[in-house]
């Protein structure tokens, strides 16, 4: 098993332009998280997904958007982009077991927007 | 609203050496506590949960933690220090009583230097 990929690994943007990272995962995993992580601020959840077709807003959503067409893929949208999105970002999977269960996180993006 | 302090930035241990990332949370409920850690370049992993149960909760690669209640921490403990342990370590937790779901709030993160 892959276990949890990100698509791509780097990324460098100009400000206003747009771009789509990519997770997928082949855990069977019913949950899925967006997060971003910055120096001193540990990881901030962004957006997350309790099941295919449903999305919900994390702790620090603006900027952002998200889809879940299918069960194995978690898609995160930057429309716009802006010099503070520059950071980490890191996708996560989980078993939807009352929250028990460990997440599974991904390598990692590393996203520089200019 | 739950949170999470780990209030030292870095942690510095001579190889062979105990090792302790300490870690307090506030929570409303009862807290689902986790570990993780991250090597440098790749993505967090976990390394320990404490659900309920014994307060000495035993982990990945020799590392353990210990649940006080009353003083409202989770530090974690390695009895004898690896270089190869050096890494960056996250304590998360989970307040079941306010949701459902998998949602963690994590710590500002440990960096631990491990010196031959």
């Known amino acids: 098993n892959a276990g949890v990929t990100q698509t791509p690994k780097f990324r460098v943007l100009k400000t206003g332009q747009s771009m789509t990272l990519l997770c997928a995962q082949d855990m069977n995993h019913e949950y899925m998280y967006w997060y971003r992580q910055d120096p001193g601020m540990g990881l901030r959840l962004i957006h997350y997904?309790?099941?295919?077709?449903?999305?919900a807003k994390g702790e620090v959503p603006d900027g952002y958007n998200v889809s879940r067409l299918k069960k194995q893929n978690f898609l995160l949208g930057l429309e716009s982009a802006a010099p503070s999105q520059t950071s980490v970002y890191f996708c996560a999977s989980s078993k939807p077991t009352s929250g028990v269960d460990e997440q599974f996180f991904g390598p990692g993006t590393r996203l520089t927007v200019l | 609203a739950q949170s999470v302090a780990q209030p030292e930035d870095q942690v510095n241990v001579a190889e062979g050496n105990p090792l302790t990332v300490k870690c307090t949370y506030s929570v409303s409920g009862n807290p689902y506590l986790f570990w993780y850690v991250q090597y440098p370049n790749r993505g967090l992993q976990f390394l320990l949960k404490?659900?309920?149960?014994?307060?000495l909760v035993k982990g990945s690669y020799g590392f353990e933690a210990e649940f006080n209640k009353s003083q409202t921490s989770f530090h974690l403990k390695k009895p004898s220090a690896l270089v190869s342990d050096s890494a960056l370590y996250f304590c998360?937790?989970?307040?079941?009583?306010?949701?459902?779901?998998?949602?963690?709030?994590f710590g500002a993160g440990t960096q631990v230097v491990v010196t031959p």
């Open positions: 997904s309790v099941g295919e077709g449903t999305t």
């Open positions: 998360a937790v989970r307040d079941l009583t306010t949701d459902s779901w998998g949602k963690l709030q």
């Open positions: 404490y659900i309920t149960g014994d307060n």
